[in-house]
């Protein structure tokens, strides 16, 4: 079945600790999105990336990195420099051409610091 | 960036009845889309909008694509247990590449 898949479902992070959050879609989709849900609030956007090697930041894009080496992978590390990691993240991806396309949503993972 | 005016923020119903919610923004949108979330879940899509005016159903639930641009709403008709969730509307600005503003969501509830 094609789809995306995020991992781990839940993640847990020291002070000062860098974690990595994992989405692989084999939907050959080209754009990723990254997004952040905090209880009472739309999505945010943190980073997104149109194409290989290639990604944008969105509007909440501080304390946060990303690599796009490639298509299937948008791997988003969540960073020290990140002062309220805890949340509920999710990774979108767009089909071929698909400007004006609906995002695909991953299950999320949930971030909480110990 | 900014988001969305979705409300109502939740809904308590009794199964049966018909919910409706809704999502306005001051910006022009050249899409509208509906999703559902499920606790601990991602959002599933359930409605995508395309043109000014479009009403466009999927079973028992129905949104429109408002004239101005500007807003959509939501129906559910006839509510049953399984329609307990969140549902939260996306819209994308002309300008904006593959990228959506949010509403925050309504909590549906529904009880027997």
């Known amino acids: 079945d094609g789809g995306i898949t995020q991992s781990p479902k839940y993640l847990f992070r020291k002070e000062g600790q860098n974690v990595t959050l994992s989405c692989e879609q084999n939907?050959?989709?080209?754009?990723m999105y990254w997004y952040r849900q905090d209880p009472g609030q739309g999505l945010r956007l943190i980073y997104y990336?149109?194409?290989?090697?290639?990604?944008q930041k969105g509007d909440i894009a501080e304390g946060y990195s990303v690599s796009r080496e490639k298509k299937e992978s948008f791997p988003l590390t969540v960073t020290s420099a990140q002062k309220n990691p805890t949340a509920f993240y999710l990774c979108?991806?767009?089909?071929?051409?698909?400007?004006?396309?609906?995002?695909?949503f991953g299950d999320g993972t949930r971030l909480s610091i110990l | 960036g900014q988001q969305l005016n979705q409300s109502p923020q939740s809904m308590f119903i009794q199964e049966g009845e018909d919910v409706s919610m809704n999502c306005t923004s001051s910006?022009?949108?050249?899409?509208w889309l509906w999703y559902k979330q499920d606790p601990g879940e991602g959002p599933v899509l359930l409605i995508a909008?395309?043109?000014?005016?479009e009403l466009t159903s999927n079973g028992r639930l129905t949104a429109q694509f408002g004239i101005t641009r500007k807003d959509s709403f939501l129906n559910i008709s006839a509510s049953i247990p399984s329609d307990v969730g969140i549902y939260f509307c996306?819209?994308?600005?002309?300008?904006?590449?593959?990228?959506?503003?949010f509403g925050a969501g309504t909590q549906v509830v529904v009880t027997p």
């Open positions: 979108a991806s767009v089909p071929v051409g698909g400007e004006r396309q609906p995002q695909h």
């Open positions: 939907l050959n989709h080209d754009a």
């Open positions: 990336s149109q194409i290989v090697n290639d990604f």
């Open positions: 910006s022009i949108f050249n899409t």
């Open positions: 909008l395309y043109k000014a005016g």
């Open positions: 996306a819209g994308r600005l002309t300008d904006s590449w593959g990228k959506f503003q």
